[in-house]
Nanobody, 128 residues
């Protein structure tokens, strides 16, 4: 069971921090990450972090979003800075084990595979 929180409404250039509690997900070899779906658009994989500590970012959020993971709290975060109206979407966290190769991870996340568990989503609205 994955539960996201932290979404909301902000103005252009604002920041939000999303949280995802990874209750019940236990693995030594995993990938966890975030994706979003904007209205009328397809799923977009944003970022992932692996059990080995590798992080990946989509070009659309690189330099603005930061993923992190607190193993003790079983919680993953997505710090989102300099938010733009095009970031408006429902944001989902996901977890999967075993993870695919790093070079394929974000692409497979975007296709809806590679992950076994998903949260219900938290909405983010950015106004100009």
């Amino acid at each position: 069971q994955l539960v996201e929180s932290g979404g909301g409404s902000v103005h252009l250039g604002g920041s939000l921090r999303l949280s995802c509690v990874l209750s019940g997900f236990t693995s030594d070899d995993y990938a966890i990450g975030w994706f979003r779906r904007a209205r009328g658009k397809e799923r977009e994989a944003l970022s992932a972090i692996t059990s080995g500590g590798s992080t990946l970012y989509a070009e659309s959020v690189k330099g603005r979003f930061t993923i992190s993971n607190d193993n003790a709290k079983k919680t993953m975060y997505l710090q989102m800075n300099d938010l733009q109206p095009e970031d408006t979407a429902v944001y989902y966290c996901a977890a999967g084990s075993p993870p695919p190769a790093l070079g394929k991870l974000l692409r497979l996340m975007g296709l809806g595979s590679a992950m076994n568990y998903w949260g219900e989503g938290t909405p983010v609205t950015v106004s100009s």
